[in-house]
């Protein structure tokens, strides 16, 4: 079974930038596509963004499109979350999965990284 740890959060500023990670070990992402979501305090986890496996392509959610970008590098079985324009709402814990072809979550959670977006 694959276990996922995700490093890069932080604190920042209205309008700045985080780089988020997602390293995997146990066994590679392959063939899977891979997610980021988030939950905020006192909410559901919501899906964010997700990148296939072989071409890359992605999809994000509408809150944030635009500021975000999924990039992955299969070499090191490791997911990217480049995150800019923060928005306080874009404060939470946020997570990586393999995600099946609904973008619905497949794997055991990690701990998270923790964002915290001041305005």
């Known amino acids: 079974q694959v276990q996922l740890v995700e490093s890069g959060g932080g604190l920042a500023q209205a309008g700045g930038s985080l780089r988020l990670s997602c390293a995997a070990s146990?066994?590679?992402?392959?063939?899977?596509?891979m997610g980021w979501f988030r939950q905020a305090p006192g909410k559901e986890r919501e899906f964010v963004a997700v990148i296939a496996w072989s071409v890359g392509s992605t999809y994000y959610a509408s809150s944030v499109k635009g500021r975000f970008t999924i990039s992955r590098d299969n070499a090191k079985n490791t997911v990217y979350l480049q995150m800019n324009d923060l928005k306080p709402e874009d404060t939470a814990a946020y997570y990586c999965?393999?995600?099946?072809?609904?973008?619905?979550?497949?794997?055991?959670w990690g701990q998270g990284t923790q964002v915290t977006v001041s305005s």
């Open positions: 999965n393999l995600v099946s072809a609904s973008s619905q979550p497949l794997g055991a």
């Open positions: 146990g066994r590679t992402f392959s063939p899977y596509a």
